[in-house]
């Protein structure tokens, strides 16, 4: 609920950011080809990933990696949470 | 004024557009063509239906009977008609033509009786065990280079008579021997050793498919007596929208070994929707000999029973008989009327009812033994109590994680802003979410298939485009596979190692503050 209503307030102050800059061109499509091209080489052999990294492991381990980095923010962020809910009384 | 006549004027068109109609123009003076234009879950299509059973197709529409495609409208009107009795076909038809008509006892009570059959729930013609079903993972096997193929490999399959009471038949899906990276059916015969491989669409028209094999049956919509196949239905959860999956349903199966007739030469294929009762419904099967609908009965534990039926089912939502009054007069279907006004979101409502069902089925406790009154009250007691972390834990993670979907359309929303507005500076961010997506879906059980394109050189092709499989060319040396597992088993401790060790690096770091 509080994170939903998080990431919807950083939705709505993304939208007004957005709203005062102007449109940038489109990329162009000549290149988007080439570029696909090149992308959709990687893409089709990224199954060999697979053969040479444990990706069940690093599936699981990467997210925690993350957290652990940044767990000073994490804790911080939470406990601010926790601070604003008066019923639960944390200090 | 000129405001709300301009409304008015847009407000019919998106009725008309969205909506079954009747066309004014009829090419031929005993069928009414019947044109939908496809809105909510009706799929656009026309069909026709015979003047003489307009009556029935006014009947059908009164009773308030779902529909998922023009055709199906129609064919259920067709077949009810054929139902009725000759004395009741002989009194609707005195109605074809009329602004509408005085429904009699014996016309409504026959319209109930075939309308249970045609709709309802308990038609079916034959009924085969789930206990046997295969539940094969698409998923775990998708491959990325995905060349999709309609193929059928035709091969005799047996040489002698085979039926699905003998039940000689198994059915797999394997490796396909003709294009790398894709799946085939086979069956084989135990009694002979006979071999049938299939190619087949559907086993490659979704990534992220579940597929359930039904026993060997008996095909009854061919025209070929006692053909014999397997049901496949595929379960297509990257197609879902709205709360609707997409089922995906074939027959597979050799007329020659009851018919004595040429070898596979029948494919059926379509799109349906599951039910509120754990059935799946097809929509029209479309092959040399008609048009069918099929109902599966289905649960993914094998407790229930796959069934077929010949009679189309078309009901989505009510499988309750409808009657209607007597003596009620009914508007018979004329042409430019509108027939058939379906809900958009009659499947969504049905799809969250199923889930609300579900979920109070988890937290109903049924019965307290034979313990005695004083055990059910402390029994009670005990679960409240082991109830109140549940709950609390539930409100906490309520607060925290957000429901289902909420990130999804989130970050759709976002990305679609900053597209909106940032144009080409998006582009490497999308590719890099693709990749990212495309690497997270990636597991042990994905074959590794390394695919080149060809490359030309002033219209002369000096390397020509193909693939090799590291995966099967691993596995067919025993000495490289042994290799392979332990170098995998490395790089997975290696894993583990440095992210406990960074673990505790943090946790020194955090208690040193």
């Known amino acids: 609920m509080i994170i939903e209503a998080l990431l919807s307030l ?16 489109d990329f162009p499509a000549e290149l988007v080809q080439m570029v696909d091209q090149y992308f959709s080489l990687i893409f089709d052999n990224l199954g060999l990933a697979g053969f040479f990294l444990p990706m069940t492991a690093i599936k699981i381990v990467v997210p925690l990696a993350i957290l652990v980095l940044n767990w000073e923010h994490v804790y911080s962020m939470i406990m601010w949470i926790l601070r604003k809910i008066p019923v639960i009384n944390v200090k | 004024m000129r405001k709300n006549k301009k409304l008015i004027a847009i407000l019919l068109t998106v009725l008309l557009l969205f909506n079954v109609t009747v066309s004014p123009a009829s090419a031929n003076p005993v069928a009414l063509p019947l044109v939908a234009t496809g809105a909510g879950i009706l799929v656009a299509g026309s069909a026709y239906v015979a003047q003489e059973a307009t009556p029935v197709l006014s009947m059908i529409v009164a009773s308030g009977v779902e529909f998922v495609s023009v055709q199906s409208m129609a064919l259920a ?15 609707i038809q005195q109605y074809a033509n009329a602004e509408s008509y005085i429904l009699s006892e014996k016309v409504a009570s026959e319209f109930k009786a075939i309308f249970a059959k045609l709709f309802g729930s308990g038609a079916s013609y034959y009924t085969f065990s789930g206990t046997d079903l295969l539940v094969y993972d698409y998923f775990a096997q998708r491959v990325f280079s995905n060349t999709l193929t309609s193929t059928i490999y035709n091969t005799t399959l047996a040489e002698g008579s085979v039926n699905a009471i003998n039940s000689s038949l198994s059915v797999s899906i394997v490796s396909s021997p003709f294009t790398d990276g894709e799946k085939a059916v086979k069956i084989i015969n135990s009694v002979t050793g006979a071999e049938l491989i299939v190619k087949s669409t559907l086993l490659n028209s979704c990534e992220y498919s579940t597929f359930k094999i039904s026993e060997p049956v008996i095909n009854p919509s061919a025209n070929v007596a006692n053909a014999v196949g397997f049901w496949i239905l595929s379960e297509c959860s990257e197609q879902c929208s709205d709360c609707i999956r997409t089922y995906n349903s074939e ?17 059926f294929m379509n799109t349906g929707y599951k039910l509120l009762d754990n059935r799946y419904i097809t929509q029209f099967i479309v092959s040399a000999n008609g048009l069918y609908n099929y109902v599966f009965n289905g649960a993914l534990d094998g407790s229930t029973t796959w069934s077929t039926t010949v009679t189309p089912t078309q009901s989505i939502c009510s499988t309750v008989p409808a009657s209607l009054a007597v003596d009620t007069a009914i508007p018979v279907v004329a042409a430019g009327d509108i027939v058939y006004v379906p809900t958009a979101d009659i499947c969504a409502n049905a799809d969250s009812i199923t889930r609300e069902a579900v979920t109070t089925g988890e937290f109903t406790r049924t019965g307290t033994g034979d313990t005695g009154i004083i055990s059910g009250v402390l029994g009670t007691i005990v679960d409240l109590l082991k109830a109140i972390p549940e709950a609390i834990g539930a409100v906490l993670s309520k607060l925290f994680i957000p429901s289902d979907g909420f990130l999804e359309e989130l970050m759709y929303k976002l990305m679609s802003t900053m597209e909106n507005r940032f144009g080409l500076l998006t582009y490497p961010l999308s590719l890099l979410i693709e990749f990212f997506t495309e690497l997270m879906s990636i597991d042990s059980n994905t074959p590794a298939v390394f695919v080149w394109g060809s490359w030309d050189y002033e219209g002369t092709e000096l390397i020509k485009s193909g693939s090799f499989n590291l995966t099967e060319f691993i596995e067919s040396n025993t000495m490289l596979k042994y290799l392979h597992e332990l170098y995998m088993l490395c790089i997975n401790f290696a894993v583990v190692v440095a992210f406990l060790r960074l673990c505790e690096r943090k946790f020194r770091g955090v208690m040193n503050n």
């Open chain 1, 10 to 25: 950083v939705n709505v102050i993304v939208n007004i950011m957005f709203t005062l800059l102007d449109v940038l061109p």
């Open chain 2, 77 to 91: 009107t067709m077949l009810a008609y054929s139902m009725f009795t000759v004395d009741a076909q002989n009194e």
């Open chain 2, 251 to 267: 027959y597979i199966g050799d007329p020659h070994n009851s018919a004595g007739l040429a070898s596979v030469g029948f494919q």
